[in-house]
């Protein structure tokens, strides 16, 4: 059996899926209120002064701190079953596809969140290892659950849960400098 490994934003889909569900979520007005609060982070981002987990965990908290885990989830799976396979790359997903129907095990490796990229992963079967928000007493706290899954964080979130020794052959898919790592696991490694 082979493995294939592909990142989500930008290598299978036209837009980024993180921007698309923050407009979706909150509505344009809040969308610019929030961005420009976050101007600050975005700019020790850039700048290198900040990583860029620590910087997209101060946009979470931004947007979402304090959000009832409920209502954050519906608007999340409201999201992926109705938006994502409108921003999706067809010829992309075609090699997806190639991938399942020749029995390969496909995972999606995304720094982008479980909660809006599991139930389109679920209903196109396949498997995902993505960035979690943290939840307590049903409330977003503003913090990830586990580290964003970007860069290094891949490959050992890959290595965590896959013994790619024991495949064929390993395939991946990437288009940033977030999927180096990744890429380089792989025997034959695409870069968009």
């Known amino acids: 059996m082979n493995l294939a490994l592909f990142d989500f934003d930008g290598t299978l889909t036209e837009k ?14 809040k969308y610019l209120v929030n961005m420009f609060k976050f101007i600050p982070y975005f700019i020790l981002w850039q700048t290198k002064l900040m990583n860029n987990g620590l910087a997209k965990e101060h946009l979470f908290r931004i947007f979402f701190k304090g959000i009832n885990e409920e209502h954050f989830r519906k608007i999340a799976e409201e ?30 490796v995304s720094a982008s969140m479980k909660c809006w990229l599991k139930p389109w992963c679920d209903k196109n079967k396949l498997e995902l290892l993505s960035t979690q928000l943290e939840f307590k007493d049903k409330k977003f706290t503003g913090k990830f659950l586990t580290k964003n899954c970007h860069g290094v964080e891949k490959e050992n979130r890959i290595k965590e849960l896959l013994h790619i020794e024991d495949y064929e052959s390993v395939y991946a898919y990437g288009d940033s400098s977030g999927d180096t790592e990744m890429l380089a696991m792989a025997d034959h490694a695409t870069r968009y």
Request: aromatic share 6%; no cysteine; net charge positive.
């Open 16 to 29: 980024d899926s993180l921007d698309e569900f923050l407009k979706y979520s909150v509505g344009r007005k």
């Open 79 to 108: 999201f992926s079953l109705t938006k994502l396979d409108t921003i999706m790359r067809k010829d992309r997903m075609a090699i997806l596809k190639e991938h399942q129907k020749n029995g390969d095990r496909v995972v999606v």
